[in-house]
């Protein structure tokens, strides 16, 4: 079990890695001590006062004890000063109390309370949520520390896939390792194809179907995103963006422009830009038009025959793409 300090202060503006310390530090408590030897304050009950009389109280429980107390992003200077300095100065053998404050706007860690925290031994921590243009050298540490080389193409290439909430960067970061162990070097393009959402690529095996005309896949992929929870609203507009995509870039080459003046002109990695190009050019304009509309024609259906299952029109509607 790790060593405990008497005092954590973790604040900062990147909230979901606050409740992830959070929820870490009160599972290590709970096994620690047990469920009764650990209190939570939080909501209205997250006062100064109400920390000093949970760290002043007596217990009879073995062993150390924890207080959490988690809000403290709106106390006052003056508060902390009258109720848990003092306490704080000296602080209470095998107790641990942890101070989380999730920091917007004005609302900040009073500038005492980290002080006192500091000086009873204990640890602050400040978790800040960096700006984009920060987030791929953060990335390529992060990888570092997890056994992966990622350079600086494909440290962009996952931001531009997951988004800029660092922790679920760092989640995939981590999924990543576990699936293609230490030592393994990521590339934009290796980024681009391991790290999509599952029910993504699936959409994306979905419109290879619908555009290669193969009905029984396009219906196979379509019956295991609705498996796995996917509802029909989130699933056809992605599926309409992806042929759309394809189809503009079909135009152009049907137009006779070059691969490589499409591909300089796409907004997305060649990796990316390639796999769009190899679609377009494996259908054709009229096919992959008449798709969009029959996609768009199921939305217009199921608003005016609400009776009829969406399970029942999409897949209507697959059987006439692919015929």
């Not at 507009?237 to 152009?252: G, N, Q």
Request: proline content about 4%; charged content about 30%.
């Amino acid at each position: 079990m790790p060593a405990f300090k008497p005092a954590y202060l973790i604040h900062g503006d990147d909230h979901g890695r606050i409740g992830e310390r959070r929820a870490r530090l009160r599972e290590l408590a709970e096994r620690e001590s047990g469920a009764a030897g650990v209190e939570l304050l939080e909501g209205d009950a997250a006062t100064p006062e109400n920390a000093a009389a949970a760290l002043a109280a007596m217990t009879f429980a073995l062993g150390r004890r924890f207080v959490i107390i988690d809000g403290v992003e709106g106390w006052k200077d003056d508060e902390v000063k009258q109720h848990l300095v003092s306490l704080l100065k000296d602080p209470l053998p095998e107790t641990t109390v942890a101070f989380f404050a999730r920091e917007e706007g004005r609302a900040r860690v009073p500038a005492v309370l980290a002080k006192a925290v500091e000086k009873a031994g204990g640890d602050v921590a400040a978790e800040k949520m960096r700006k984009g243009r920060e987030l791929p050298r953060w990335l390529r540490g992060e990888a570092a520390r997890l056994g992966l080389e990622l350079d600086d193409t494909g440290a962009r290439a996952l931001v531009a896939q997951v988004g800029e909430r660092q922790q679920r960067l760092l989640r995939e970061l981590e999924k990543l390792a576990i699936d293609l162990g230490p030592g393994a070097a990521l590339t934009a393009e290796e980024v681009e194809e391991a790290a999509a959402h599952s029910s993504e690529r699936q959409v994306w095996g979905l419109v290879d179907a619908l555009v290669g005309r193969d009905a029984p896949a396009a219906t196979r992929a379509y019956l295991q995103l609705r498996g796995q929870g996917e509802a029909l609203d989130r699933l056809a507009p992605m599926a309409v963006r992806r042929l759309r995509d394809v189809l503009a870039i079909a135009v152009r080459l049907q137009a006779g422009e070059a691969p490589a003046q499409v591909r300089s002109s796409l907004r997305m990695s060649p990796y990316a830009a390639d796999r769009r190009i190899a679609e377009a050019r494996d259908s054709d304009v009229d096919t992959l038009r008449g798709a969009v509309e029959e996609l768009a024609d199921l939305e217009a259906t199921r608003r005016s025959s609400p009776r009829l299952e969406d399970d029942t029109l999409a897949l209507g509607t697959i059987a006439r793409i692919a015929v």
